[in-house]
């Protein structure tokens, strides 16, 4: 295990991390709101780690940990308080900055040393001492570097954890941040003993069914256009409602008109508001969907889009069509 | 890289085919009947390694390669045509038994060498050498230590036929037969410059539009019964006219009923003739369903398993609807 050499910013100083943390008898450990399997996992393996050096910890984030992690071990000592009195060292991990954990810097005790762990390439490099790695698809990859330096040894526990991490944020080894790195470590982690099987279940098999009904009426108004290249899904209000479904639910399931064959990009209008559609494109090989959404004044990157229009569905969905055939026959691609 | 110690059964001899393989001026290799991204990518891995030793290769196959493999390097050399003259030397891969490739012993050359390669626990060792490592998660694993003992160097070509071929039988590593060695073998791949985001989208974004179709109206009869705990969902022969799919895009539709948080056991009822309905049932955690099938004639694995009923549609999910209440109630984990 070694930390990577070409940590780009010269702000990253991952010893230092290392050797505040052999010396701190007390650390405090933070992740973010809307939490997530990487940065719970993260945090508790950290967590478990530090307390087999011998040292006093605690957990914190702002929300309560999501029922469908509530299966790692750790995690019913996540507290929804500040730690107080707060110790001196305190760890960020997968913050991009403070705003992320709801904290401000005068919300940090004189004196403290902050600590910034994470994976994110917008990271501010708040902490005294930080570790970013921009390369790793999970924190979970740079949590388990960290605790081999600290010279912990791994245990079933930590393991459990930092693979949920990783599973989390490379989506099950199939995002595009997946490195040989990403299998390695999932490699040492398989040889703890981790049951991985029972970790995608919970985590990957714990729908709403009311989200599964959501999926159904996108699928019903399924269309396809432009010789089978455009695939596009409404979803209504009256959907939403019947259906029992939040916004939230509806995440990914343009997806689902990404995988039919042929289809080279997707599109899922959600009716948001009277009069206000937020559309979502994916592309799958070639067409840059950014450029589309900026059409209608919004934004992303080039496989991933989106975009909001203040008309009613029958006229936004006309209008993204038109602008998307338009698009697949000129071949934008830059 | 080495060849797995625990090769339990003693009619293996990996080192016996290294040597023939080594020795052969011309080598025909075959895969199995129904091919998938395993024995094709695994096959065409091993014809691309030992062409670059200077042999003479064929590559055979009953069937047409499936259109969503038609990107692997050397597919398009893939015969349906059986190689005349037959070489001496021949290389069955992942096939169990010769039944696999539609031949019979007595179609093989008086005098040829067969070589049996494969990862499958039901392998019947029909080779003269047999390398048969059940604990392998693909073909393709086994593959890789077989090329890397023939000391040739993998090229991004040979490692996009294998990486293809462990993601297809490993289930996108989420499959119970996923090793440390799974990832390890893999992230050797990944070093070669393996472009994985490309391979998935071929392999699974390639979904015909018509099992979406199908996907929909299975959702729409999607009932939820016994508390939470079982999920059922229902296609009717109306439903596979309607949508244009055939038999075989039902496959893996009962994973969305098992993907329901809180369901247990789920369950998907075709109607494939008039009063003949397949049942296939899966389980999440701890139910049976191989003893439910059984009381209709079925059968299978604790896990997943199967069975026919010769009865109208509505009379055959209340039995079954009937029965699963009655051993979650009882509590059949055995």
Redesign the interface.
Same mark, same amino acid.
């Given at each position: 295990m070694r930390i990577r050499k070409n940590l780009m910013n010269p702000k990253n100083n991952p010893e230092g991390m290392i050797e505040v943390l052999r010396k701190a008898p007390k650390v405090a450990l933070f992740s973010h709101v809307s939490p997530d399997g990487d940065c719970i996992g993260s945090m508790l393996a950290l967590g478990l780690a530090l307390e087999k050096m011998g040292k006093e910890v605690s957990f914190y984030n702002l929300n309560s940990v999501p029922s +469908?992690l509530a299966f790692l071990p750790g995690s019913s000592r996540i507290s929804q308080e500040l730690p107080s009195p707060q110790p001196e060292t305190l760890l960020f991990v997968d913050c991009t900055d403070l705003g992320r954990v709801n904290l401000s810097r005068p919300e940090i005790s004189e004196g403290s040393t902050v600590l910034n762990l994470d994976h994110h390439i917008s990271n501010l490099f708040f902490g005294d001492f930080n570790w970013v790695d921009a390369q790793a698809s999970a924190v979970g990859e740079v949590a388990l570097t960290l605790i081999s330096e600290l010279g912990v040894e791994l245990d079933v526990d930590m393991a459990t954890n930092l693979y949920t991490a990783i599973v989390t944020d490379s989506g099950? $080894? *199939?995002y595009?941040n !997946? !490195?040989? *790195? !990403?299998? @390695?470590l !999932?490699? /040492?982690l #398989? /040889?703890l003993g981790v049951d $991985?099987?029972?970790i995608?279940?919970h985590i990957?098999? *714990?729908?709403? $069914?009311a989200q599964?009904?959501l #999926?159904?009426c996108a699928?019903?108004g399924?269309e396809?256009h432009a010789d089978?290249q455009l695939a596009i899904m409404m979803l209504s209000a009256e959907d939403f409602e019947h259906s029992g479904a939040d916004q939230e639910m509806s995440e990914g399931l343009v997806n +689902?008109a @990404?995988?039919?064959?042929g289809?080279e990009v997707a599109v899922l209008l959600k009716e948001v508001g009277p009069q206000e559609i937020k559309g979502g494109l994916r592309s799958? #090989?070639w067409l840059n969907v950014n450029e589309i959404a900026a059409l209608f004044g919004g934004g992303g990157h080039h496989r991933a889009a989106g975009c909001t229009l203040r008309i009613p569905m029958a006229e936004a969905k006309q209008r993204i069509i038109t602008a998307i055939e338009e698009a697949l026959t000129i071949g934008w691609n830059h």
């Open positions: +469908y099950c $080894f *199939q595009s !997946t !490195t040989a *790195q !990403t299998h @390695r !999932t490699a /040492d #398989l /040889d $991985f099987s029972s995608h279940h990957f098999n *714990q729908k709403p $069914f599964i009904k #999926l159904q699928l019903e399924l396809i089978g +689902y @990404r995988s039919i064959a289809v799958n #090989l």
